[in-house]
C-alpha cells in the first residue's frame, strides 16, 4: 500500500510501480527484495529499523495534528512503536508518556478535551524533536 501510495504521489521506479502491485499474500522475501531495489532506483538510503520505527511515530503525530487520525489512535500507534526502540532514556520517556496518554484518554472520559490538548502537545513535540515544523 506504501509503495501504492508513492506511486499516486508521483514517485517512480521499475520496482516500486511491481511492488505496488503486490500483497500481503505474497512472499516476504519478495517484498523485501523489491523494497531494497525500489529505494536504490530512487537513489535512497534503506531506513534502519530504528529510523523506521521512528518515522512511523512521526507519522501518528502528523496524522493526529492533521486530523487523519482520531487522539487516541495516533496515542495508540506512537506508543506501540516506541516499545520497539532501544531501550534509551529518550525512548522511556516516550513509552511513559504516551501510555500515560493513551490510557488516560480511556479511563477518564471526562477529562478527554484536556488529555487531548496534552497529547496535540506531546505529537507536536515529538516532531519538533526530529526537525520537524508542527501546526500550532
Not at 497529547?119 to 526537525?131: E, I, K, T, V, Y
Request: charged share 25%; hydrophobic share 45%; proline share 5%.
Amino acid at each position: 500500500m506504501i509503495a501504492a501510495l508513492a506511486v499516486a504521489d508521483g514517485l517512480d521506479s521499475p520496482a516500486l510501480v511491481e511492488l505496488a502491485g503486490l500483497s500481503r499474500q505474497d512472499p516476504p522475501a519478495d517484498i523485501r527484495d523489491l523494497f531494497v531495489q525500489a529505494m536504490a532506483e530512487l537513489g535512497r538510503p534503506v531506513p534502519g529499523v530504528s529510523d523506521a520505527w521512528w518515522e512511523r511515530m512521526c507519522d501518528g503525530a502528523r496524522g493526529m495534528l492533521s486530523g487523519s487520525l482520531t487522539h487516541y489512535e495516533a496515542s495508540s500507534e506512537i506508543y506501540w512503536c516506541t516499545c520497539h526502540l532501544e531501550r534509551t532514556d529518550a525512548a522511556i520517556k516516550l513509552v511513559d508518556l504516551f501510555c500515560a496518554l493513551w490510557s488516560n484518554w480511556e479511563d477518564r472520559p471526562d477529562e478527554r478535551a484536556a488529555i487531548e490538548r496534552e497529547m496535540r502537545l506531546a505529537a507536536a513535540d515529538l516532531l519538533r524533536s526530529h526537525g520537524e515544523q508542527a501546526p500550532e
